[in-house]
């Protein structure tokens, strides 16, 4: 396979849920999703080689190599402060790497931004958004942004608000929104222009069930239909049931990577694997003899 060209707009792969959602995602459907090697195969979907970051003494991101294989749901797991937030900023041209390169689908980050830029859809940590536009305004000027026809703004517009039961609030303004609408308004604009690679930063923290269903519908549509998901989290349940593809980075470095169910081996839970695989100790508080009713 090589590298997606134009995006299927319109032309279901098969039926899906949301029916009224236009096919998202740029992958050539039926591909079989891959990790090429330097020497071929299928393009990844991001490819990253030797990426360092650091911030005075400390290496938050430690010479990362890595190949995520198009059209797969991917998670990037791992402890506080393992480096995640860091290396999706490098990897989405939001921070420039101190040394090593990102390509996504084909594409490098920091020498053809505007290429890069046109096939991503990021939802940041701390997403900001412009407070004083109403939902829809917000979604009319990304979808104008992006170089989007009215028409077709309008009708995606109305579609994602639909799908993400926020057409009732389309008219409020952004900054009256809750949490769980924010992380909603903000995965519309990411979806907008139907990105071959979406990023989400922690996408369901601070979310209700309902909305984190929601979102997860519209996610697990964009990647059936041949869209690539990369997002962080250090949930394991949900990694565990959304994701079928895993890099898991401690202390700025990738200690594993690959199929789910390569990466949990033998654990009977991903959690399990997880803290086998950062070394996690287990103390659990045991040194804390003061907390609690007993000794008061
Ligand atoms: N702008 C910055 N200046 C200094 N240190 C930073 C900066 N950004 C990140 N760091 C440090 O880099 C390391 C990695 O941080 P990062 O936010 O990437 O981790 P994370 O895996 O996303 O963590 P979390 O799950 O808690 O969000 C941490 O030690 C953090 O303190």
Not at 91 to 112: A, F, K, N, Y
Not at 151 to 162: F, G, N, P, S, Y
Not at 224 to 239: K, N, P, R, Y
């Amino acid at each position: 396979m090589g590298q997606p060209e134009e995006t299927t707009q319109g032309e279901a792969v098969r039926p899906q849920p949301y029916g009224a959602l236009p096919v998202y995602g740029g992958t050539a459907p039926g591909g079989v999703p891959g990790v090429a090697g330097e020497g071929g195969g299928p393009t990844p979907a991001v490819l990253v080689r030797g990426l360092w970051k650091r911030f005075g003494e400390h290496a938050a991101v430690a010479g990362i190599d890595l190949a995520l294989p198009a059209g797969r749901f991917i998670g990037l797991v791992g402890p506080n402060g393992a480096g995640k937030t860091t290396t999706l900023s490098m990897v989405t041209g939001l921070l420039r790497p101190d040394e090593g390169t990102v390509r996504i689908v084909g594409h490098d980050v920091w020498s053809d931004p505007v290429a890069v830029k046109s096939r991503i859809g990021v939802l940041p940590e701390g997403l900001r958004l412009f407070e004083r536009l109403s939902g829809r305004e917000l979604l009319g000027y990304t979808g104008r942004l992006r170089g989007l026809p009215g028409a077709q703004v309008d009708e995606r517009a109305a579609q994602l608000m639909d799908v993400l039961d926020l057409s009732d609030a389309r008219h409020k303004l952004v900054v009256d929104y809750s949490t769980g609408m924010r992380k909603k308004i903000g995965l519309a604009a990411a979806l907008l222009h139907n990105p071959e690679v979406l990023f989400l930063d922690e996408p369901f923290e601070g979310v209700d069930p309902v909305s984190a269903q929601v979102i997860r519908g519209v996610l697990e549509r964009y990647t059936a239909t041949g869209g690539t998901v990369v997002f962080s989290s250090h949930v394991m349940e949900l990694v565990e049931s959304l994701c079928d593809w895993v890099a898991v980075m401690a202390a700025g470095r990738i200690v594993a990577r690959g199929p789910l169910a390569e990466v949990r081996g033998a654990a009977s839970t991903l959690q399990d694997a997880f803290l086998s695989l950062v070394g996690a100790d287990r103390r659990g508080g045991q040194d804390l003899d003061w907390l609690g009713g007993s000794t008061r």
